[in-house]
């Protein structure tokens, strides 16, 4: 072999060292990050989101009662409503259990995506009822 192939061989496995410990501190530096960080942000919004849920599922049974009147009018989009509206509590219930114990197994990001997840049910509903009371005043001025 040649002595520059031999060379240029010996600094390859040199940078290829020289990686391999950078990756390795930086695995050991982003896990200490991650350990010292408090879950405190989680939580709250873990909390936060949560009561909502709660608060909605207040809201519920009122919510049925008008799917159920709606899904009367043989429209397929009123018998999905219906559909959704029965799944909600299931949703809700079973979204914060999953997200409580993907906090206890250190899985924050999921904890927060699962959490979230039964406010695409509220956010459209909390929407329509604003946007009706806003068209309502302006049109009738009440």
């Known amino acids: 072999m040649n002595d520059n192939d031999q060379e240029a061989r010996a600094v390859l496995r ?3 060292q020289q990686e391999q ?3 390795t501190a930086g695995n050991a530096q982003n896990n200490s990050i991650s ?3 408090s879950p405190l942000g989680t939580i709250v919004w873990l909390l936060i989101s949560q009561v909502v849920g709660l608060l909605s599922l207040l809201a519920w049974p009122f919510m049925l009662t008008a799917s159920v ?3 009367d009018s043989s429209s397929s989009a009123a018998e999905v409503m219906l559909y959704v509206t029965l799944c909600y509590p299931v949703v809700a219930i079973g979204t914060a259990v999953a997200a409580w114990i993907l906090l206890a197994r250190k899985r924050r990001r999921a904890a927060l995506i699962v ?3 039964p406010l695409l049910f ?3 509903v909390v929407g329509i009822i604003v946007y009706a009371l806003v068209v309502y005043r302006f049109q009738f001025g009440g």
Do not use: D, E, F, W
């Open 122 to 124: 509220i956010l459209p």
């Open 35 to 37: 350990q010292t960080q």
């Open 115 to 117: 959490t979230s997840m």
């Open 69 to 71: 009147y709606a899904s």
């Open 14 to 16: 040199q940078l290829a």
């Open 21 to 23: 410990l950078a990756n």
